[in-house]
């Protein structure tokens, strides 16, 4: 299986501050990588997918970059909205396996 | 729109067997793969397996190749997550997804159903 992980665990910031989280693959990736948000209580949203390409509906704030084995989700200036957890999942090989998660808390 | 609806939350006491649904709406149901995701309590994300309601075929990650059976029923676009025996460390929330058309990615997400087996 392919291992991901993602860094920082935790992440605290503030309310305008520009995030970024990072997630790297046990072996390339090429730009096969989505990311998702959760929510207490609720089920992920997606975000990003092939890496780069922003979900219809997801705010222009979110994007996504890299490729290979080291990839980033960038949020430009956080809103109260924004402190979820977040995931990245790799699908260029099955088991599709998923990082184990930032959760971005408030500062 | 597209809507991935699942059954309830499910309480269960080991050694019981358990099937929980997914039904589909909105899009052609047999052109999507569909899967299956675990989250244990106050963890991350697991991806279990997915199905293809065409034809049935069906995928599993090795974590739970035999722990777990998936299955569909293309006729009315549901999919299902069996199992056989339950143990407590099977207590978690249980997520369908839609996998994208030509990619590996989940969405939409079904709302979960929350499984809990204790003695």
């Known amino acids: 299986d392919i291992q991901m992980t993602q860094s920082p665990s935790t992440l605290s910031a503030s309310v305008g501050d520009r995030v970024t989280i990072t997630c790297r693959a046990s072996?390339?990736?090429?730009?096969?990588l989505a990311w998702y948000q959760q929510k207490p209580g609720k089920a992920p949203k997606l975000l990003i997918y092939?890496?780069?390409s922003l979900e219809s509906g997801a705010p222009s704030r979110f994007s996504g970059s890299g490729s290979g084995t080291e990839f980033t989700l960038t949020i430009s200036s956080l809103l109260p909205d924004d402190f979820a957890t977040y995931y990245c999942?790799?699908?260029?090989?099955?088991?599709?396996?998923f990082g184990q998660g930032t959760i971005l808390e408030i500062k | 729109e597209v809507q991935l609806v699942q059954s309830g939350a499910e309480v269960k006491k080991p050694g019981e067997s358990l099937k929980i649904s997914c039904k589909g709406s909105?899009?052609?149901?047999?052109?999507?793969?569909i899967g299956w995701v675990r989250q244990m309590p106050g963890k991350g994300l697991a991806w279990m397996g997915i199905?293809?309601?065409?034809?049935?075929?069906?995928r599993y990650s090795p974590s739970f190749q035999g722990q777990v059976t998936i299955s569909v029923d293309k006729s009315i676009s549901t999919a299902y997550l069996q199992w056989t025996s339950l143990k407590a460390s099977d207590t978690a929330m249980y997520y369908c997804?839609?996998?994208?058309?030509?990619?590996?990615?989940?969405?939409?997400w079904g709302q979960g159903t929350l499984v809990t087996v204790s003695s």
């Open positions: 997804a839609r996998r994208g058309p030509s990619d590996g990615w989940f969405d939409p």
């Open positions: 909105g899009y052609s149901f047999t052109n999507y793969w």
């Open positions: 199905i293809y309601p065409g034809d049935s075929d069906t």
């Open positions: 072996r390339s990736l090429s730009s096969w």
């Open positions: 092939k890496a780069s």
């Open positions: 999942q790799q699908y260029a090989s099955s088991p599709y396996t």
